[in-house]
């Protein structure tokens, strides 16, 4: 395999995001009811309704971990980037109301590393991408 360091700077940056994403997939997806329950009850003294709170924690797992899964075999990987920070700005959000500071500082540096990927998304290698034209 005949890569640049850039490529394989994106490309494993892509991976390790993937793995982050699919992971919360994996450790939420057996306690999905468990974890639903505990956002609600989270946010419960917000100014969002549970009937918004109890679906969105419903499907963000979901939605992670397709993400992630996208990510880690490099299928619609601009797309995929941008969908993980539309994610990422809903859990500012809501870690924001949460007054929850150190949360967002985590969640904005995960927004940064969603950035320079997408930034150099021209880098993309060993991924579904390359058959079709989603680079």
Known sequence: ???????????????????????HLLVRGPKLAAFQAGVVKQFAGTVLPAALVGPYALALPLVEGAIG???????????????AMLV????VFGSSLLEQWATVGTQLLYGLYIFALL??????RLGLDRVGKYR
């Open 69 to 83: 899964l996208l990510l880690l075999i490099g299928l619609f990987t601009r797309p995929s980037l941008v969908a």
């Open 119 to 124: 930034l150099h998304v021209q880098h993309n």
């Open 1 to 23: 395999m005949n890569l640049t360091n850039a490529q394989w700077a994106f490309v494993t940056s892509r991976w390790l995001l993937g793995v982050a994403f699919l992971s």
């Open 88 to 91: 990422l700005m809903s859990l």
